[in-house]
T-cell receptor, first 113, second 115 residues
Framework: QQQVKQSPQSLIVQKGGISIINCAYE??????FPWYQQFPGKGPALLIA?????SEKKEGRFTISFNKSAKQFSLHIMDSQPGDSATYFC????????????FGAGTQVVVTP | DTGVSQDPRHKITKRGQNVTFRCDPI?????LYWYRQTLGQGPEFLTY????????KSRLLSDRFSAERPKGSFSTLEIQRTEQGDSAMYLC?????????????FGEGSRLTVL
């Protein structure tokens, strides 16, 4: 079964707008939550990651919000740009096997000019 | 440093044939991972190595699949007696083993089509 559920499946946002992608997990042993960005024909690339000891992490225009009690985390892309058009995957893994990632199904983001 | 490289990038084969994919990780990385990605889905973990030791295999990895990393550098993933359900992108990633979580660096993948 899918251990990390991601929504929405796709979204369209205007340039300058905010893209929000949500993920939920069941396994409370997860303690590493990265987001990966994938362009067509390329492998995923790490965008930003968070550990559950903080509720928010910001890097440039990308912010992760983390709600441990709700077992949910989200990615906010501020001031979305056409170059941000890609598929975004949330993921989770456990301490001791952090590279064994459980990925969400992905969100295809299209930023219109 | 050219990143993680995978070969071939595309492979079309007939059902029942064997295929082999190669992955060359980033040179100083001692961990190497194989993932499988089907269309419209996130990558699924298959197996990983630390140096030459295969430390974990997913239940997704049937007996027809075998992976090796003989000298702790490059790795191969072989699929025997391919089935149409094996059609997917096979992604290799590498990382440094460290005390805490770090970044997986993915290659561009090897796309397999089984006819």
């Amino acid at each position: 079964q899918q251990q990390v559920k991601q929504s929405p499946q796709s979204l369209i946002v205007q340039k300058g707008g905010i893209s929000i992608i949500n993920c939920a997990y069941e396994n409370t042993a997860f303690d590493y939550f990265p987001w990966y960005q994938q362009f067509p024909g390329k492998g995923p690339a790490l965008l930003i990651a968070i550990r559950p000891d903080v509720s928010e992490k910001k890097e440039g225009r990308f912010t992760i919000s983390f709600n441990k009690s709700a077992k949910q985390f989200s990615l906010h892309i501020m001031d979305s740009q056409p170059g941000d058009s890609a598929t975004y995957f949330c993921a989770a893994s456990k301490s001791g096997s952090w590279g064994k990632l459980q990925f969400g199904a992905g969100t295809q983001v299209v930023v219109t000019p | 440093d050219t990143g993680v490289s995978q070969d071939p990038r595309h492979k079309i084969t007939k059902r029942g044939q064997n295929v082999t994919f190669r992955c060359d990780p980033i040179s100083e990385h001692n961990r190497l991972y194989w993932y499988r990605q089907t269309l419209g889905q996130g990558p699924e973990f298959l197996t990983y190595f630390q140096n030459e030791a295969q430390l974990e295999k997913s239940r997704l990895l049937s007996d027809r699949f075998s992976a090796e990393r003989p000298k702790g550098s490059f790795s191969t993933l072989e699929i025997q007696r391919t089935e149409q359900g094996d059609s997917a992108m096979y992604l290799c990633a590498s990382s440094l083993a460290s005390g805490g979580a770090g970044e997986l660096f993915f290659g561009e993948g090897s796309r397999l089509t089984v006819l």
